[in-house]
Nanobody, 123 residues
Framework: VQLQASGGGLVQVGESLRPSCAAS????????VGWFRQAPGKEREGVSC????????YYADFVKGRFTISRDGAKNAVNLQMNSLKPEDTAVYYC?????????????????WGQGTLVTVSS
């Protein structure tokens, strides 16, 4: 399973972006989808995930209240609405099919990591 992230860009502090995660040939209804990010020189970290079948949603503490994950059924995609962006949000953002339940967010994807999308927040 490989999901593809898109929709990154360059924004100013406090602005918003909404990257999207899409799968071709697969219905995302059957997967839990997670968003991750990796900043230069840092390890990849989990940002948020959504389990379509159970309705469970998880957010990392550093994005709670600013980011919202949602399912776009018409486009077979999972979006990440990112508001009030900060310079420390600058990273390559990836999406992947991972476990997402009350125990947390899986860090190992089913399949491979797709090409991420770069988000740059300028001060």
């Amino acid at each position: 399973v490989q999901l593809q992230a898109s929709g990154g860009g360059l924004v100013q502090v406090g602005e918003s972006l909404r990257p999207s995660c899409a799968a071709s040939g697969l219905a995302l209804d059957y997967f839990a989808v997670g968003w991750f990010r990796q900043a230069p020189g840092k390890e990849r970290e989990g940002v948020s995930c959504i389990n379509i079948s159970s309705g469970h949603i998880y957010y990392a503490d550093f994005v709670k209240g600013r980011f919202t994950i949602s399912r776009d059924g018409a486009k077979n995609a999972v979006n990440l609405q990112m508001n009030s962006l900060k310079p420390e949000d600058t990273a390559v953002y990836y999406c992947a099919a991972v476990p997402c339940d009350v125990q947390g967010m899986g860090m190992i994807p089913r399949g491979s990591w797709g090409q991420g999308t770069l988000v740059t927040v300028s001060s």
